[in-house]
């Protein structure tokens, strides 16, 4: 279903493994807290309001933690209890709340104010590798605005780096073991609607006005060298 595409979904990056969730998580118990944003929830207006920012941050992304954390926990619960069932059962909830949790950490990293870089086209390694691949940053905008406005529902956008080919790969390309998340756009509804209502291409060509592309050059760099 639209409505269910995380990080670890068609349009997304598979960002937890069963594997690990079924071992490491449970031999050592952890949680997940929300964390803080790098500016002011009203920091990227007019592109996107405080209000949605503050919406966005504190009721949805802190849901997915408080699910993630209960599943997590049962998950403990029942790896304790030998209860294989249950294992299984809770795999879809720590996948889909996982996924939107490391989403939205990752979200919030890929946007900064105007005033502080946001916009700024990136340069060296990767302005070249997008310039390769994509023609242009302008043609790497196209192809995900493209991609986002054809999402049905909700959804996912990301640009991405094959850590082992050394290359970014189609958005469309967004899952497998060896990709990097550098990039990624928020089509679900909360992180839009109260501003642009229906109007989602209008939102898809402003969030590029807040774009942080030093983070995803620094992001590109560690992963290639």
């Known amino acids: 279903m639209a409505?269910?595409?995380t990080l670890l979904s068609r349009k997304s990056f598979a960002g937890l493994k069963s594997q690990n969730l079924r071992s490491g998580f449970c031999r050592e118990f952890q949680t997940f807290s929300l964390p803080d944003l790098p500016y002011d929830y009203s920091a990227l207006e007019p592109v996107i309001s405080g209000e949605i920012m503050q919406l966005h941050h504190?009721?949805?992304h802190q849901t997915y933690i408080t699910n993630y954390n209960k599943a997590l926990e049962q998950l403990h619960e029942a790896m304790e209890k030998g209860d294989s069932q249950t294992v299984v059962k809770l795999q879809s909830s720590i996948k889909f709340n996982g996924g939107g949790h490391i989403n939205h950490s990752i979200f919030w990293k890929n946007l900064i104010p105007v005033n502080e870089g946001g916009g700024e086209p990136p340069i060296?390694?990767?302005g070249e590798a997008i310039d390769a691949n994509?023609?242009?940053l302008e043609g790497l905008a196209r192809k995900i605005n493209t991609e986002g406005?054809?999402?049905q529902g909700s959804g996912w956008v990301w640009?991405?780096?094959d850590k082992e080919m050394k290359r970014l790969v189609d958005p469309l390309v967004t899952k497998g073991a060896t990709l990097v998340p550098l990039l990624g756009v928020d089509v679900w509804e909360h992180a839009y609607y109260l501003q642009y209502k229906n109007v989602k291409p209008d939102y898809l060509k402003n969030i590029w006005k807040v774009m942080n592309w030093k983070y995803a050059s620094e992001m590109y760099e560690k992963e290639c060298s």
């Open 159 to 161: 640009l991405g780096l």
């Open 58 to 60: 504190q009721k949805h």
């Open 134 to 136: 994509f023609g242009s």
């Open 124 to 126: 060296g390694a990767l």
């Open 3 to 5: 409505s269910t595409r």
């Open 149 to 151: 406005a054809a999402l």
